[in-house]
């Protein structure tokens, strides 16, 4: 197989904090799970008490530049609790970033956490160095750091850059109107890091996005929902801290699958509740989570009218009385609360949650206003996806390789090798590419946008539809997406979005040329 030793990836894990996970194998526990869940050791709040937190808004330092510190802070999450959260500017979520397409950002991350990091913009069209590719990473002022001996190849000195206490972010934002996210992509780390808080969200504006009708200001909502476990103290629960579960883990089969908590926040907050009007609301729903799929709903028959994927903008809006979304996947959707009476309550709810993690958040209708806002019939202009133009079609296999303790997470049977890329697309291409998995993988490519062909024989699901990043690609399925590179040569890579999955090396580079 592909020649990783099981010392090699075992190290690594030891390093990820998943030490003695999963190797022994993980049993899919039911067709719609993507994760093994993890209980918390504390009491948990009754839900729909904590308001909803809306994160502060970046503030440029000076006209398109930003500066943010990674560090550590304690917050009350739990209430009558304090976690210590790893956050750009001390915050989780970090602060949403509010830009407008064609301004370029710059953002220098200072990093002073006690861990190296790399920030990746999770849709960006962003040149390959400020990319946050895992081995360019940024280590805090005065800290040392040896690349770790690892089972990928990347201890190899060439493949690491070593920027010390900050980079700038170079983010020229020449892409559609769009709600995009950043979270750290550190080499192997990705998971642990992202679970201790290192995610915020960037909302792309644009004149076509600004002209339509919708709900705007304090009635377009950006809601990041992931799930987490706290231990008694408060501080969050992974593996690593807790070693009789790392035993029973390496006993059981443990985490291989993904990790997924049994709190479920939104924008940091234990199954908030929000007071609105009666009045449409501009949801930007993003799942953060590590490995948690969600079916959401909303209770008492409410539709989500959505007007936008991954990146922007719907032709025309699309109903959902559900919507799947994997790790990684954004949805932009209008709720519509305007004939509700004042008073009523409304609940975000999770279709495929067990127990508490069924639900989400609350709306509680507080308050009757004349609402102007409309879901225009036509929304914007979207290329219909056309497989004839495709230079090439090229086969990614997300699957489970090897056998006992010499398994991995893989694509195209290899484990991930930085500076190896499986792909060269030109420049200016379109290609298709077909993703296979024996799992639930949502699939995440960096750079390249595309818009979903097929999932086996059928055409694209309701939920598929308009331009997108990560596509929720479900255990023995086949999807062809056609993807389109604009923007950049260089270096940009491909993986599965279970942020678990990730640091267990399904990962692979492509070189667009
Ligand atoms: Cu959202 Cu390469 O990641
Ligand atoms: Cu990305
Ligand atoms: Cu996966």
Redesign the pocket.
């Known amino acids: 197989m592909s020649g990783l030793t099981r010392r090699g990836f075992l190290g690594t894990l030891a390093g990820a904090g998943l030490a003695g996970a999963g190797l022994a194998g993980c049993g899919v526990a039911g067709a719609e799970v993507s994760g093994k869940a993890l209980s918390s050791a504390l009491p948990l709040p009754r839900a729909f008490t904590v308001p909803l937190p809306i994160p502060a808004t970046a503030r440029p330092v000076s006209p398109g530049r930003y500066e943010v510190t990674q560090r550590a802070a304690k917050v009350e999450i739990i209430p009558g609790t304090t976690t210590e959260v790893w956050g750009f500017e001390g915050t989780f979520p970090g602060p949403t970033f509010d830009v407008r397409r064609g301004a370029t950002a710059t953002v220098r991350v200072r990093n002073e956490l006690r861990v190296p990091t790399s920030t ?1 913009l ?1 849709g960006g069209v962003t040149p390959p160095e400020s990319d946050g590719y895992p081995t360019d990473v940024v280590v805090a002022a005065g800290r040392g750091f040896r690349p770790p001996p690892s089972a990928h190849g990347h201890h190899d000195p060439g493949q690491w850059t070593f920027n010390p206490g900050s980079k700038d972010y170079v983010y020229p934002l020449d892409q559609r109107a769009a709600t995009l996210w950043y ?1 750290d ?1 550190r080499m192997d780390f990705t998971a642990p890091q992202v679970w201790r808080g290192l995610a915020g969200m960037m909302v792309v504006r644009d004149d076509e996005d600004d002209a339509l009708p919708l709900p705007k200001g304090e009635r377009d909502i950006p809601l990041m929902i992931c799930d987490r476990a706290f231990e008694e103290d408060g501080s969050f629960r992974y593996p690593s801290l807790d070693p009789s579960l790392l035993v029973r883990a390496g006993v059981e089969g443990g985490y291989m699958a993904g990790v997924e908590g049994d709190v479920i926040l939104v924008n940091g907050a234990p199954w908030p509740v929000l007071d609105v009007d009666t009045a449409r609301y501009r949801l930007r729903l993003l799942n953060a989570s590590n490995a948690r799929r969600y079916r959401l709903e909303l209770t008492g028959g409410g539709r989500f009218v959505q007007v936008g994927s991954d990146l922007g903008l719907l032709a025309a809006p699309v109903t959902h009385q559900s919507i799947t979304i994997a790790p ?1 996947e954004r949805f932009d959707v209008v709720a519509d609360f305007s004939d509700r009476p004042v008073g009523a309550e409304i609940t975000l709810v999770n279709t495929l949650g067990q127990g508490r993690a069924r639900d989400v958040m609350r709306f509680r209708v507080t308050r009757a206003v004349r609402d102007d806002s409309r879901v225009p019939a036509r929304l914007s202009d979207v290329e219909p996806a056309d497989r004839a133009g495709a230079a090439v079609t090229r086969v990614f296999d997300f699957r489970r390789t090897g056998q006992g303790p010499d398994q991995a997470w893989t694509i195209n049977g290899r484990p991930y090798r930085p500076g190896v890329p499986l792909a060269e697309p030109r420049l200016g291409s379109t290609e298709v590419w077909r993703f296979a998995s024996d799992f639930h993988h949502p699939v ?1 490519v ?1 750079l390249g946008h595309f818009q979903v062909l097929s999932r086996g024989d059928k055409g694209p699901s309701a939920t598929d539809a308009g331009w997108k990043d990560t596509v929720d690609v479900r255990p023995y399925e086949i999807v062809d997406v056609l993807v389109r590179f604009t923007g950049y040569r260089g270096r940009y ?1 491909l ?1 599965c ?1 279970n942020l678990e999955h990730e640091d267990m090396a399904m990962m692979a580079d492509f070189q667009v040329v």
């Open positions: 990746h999770h979270h992509h990684g995440h960096h890579m993986h979005h």
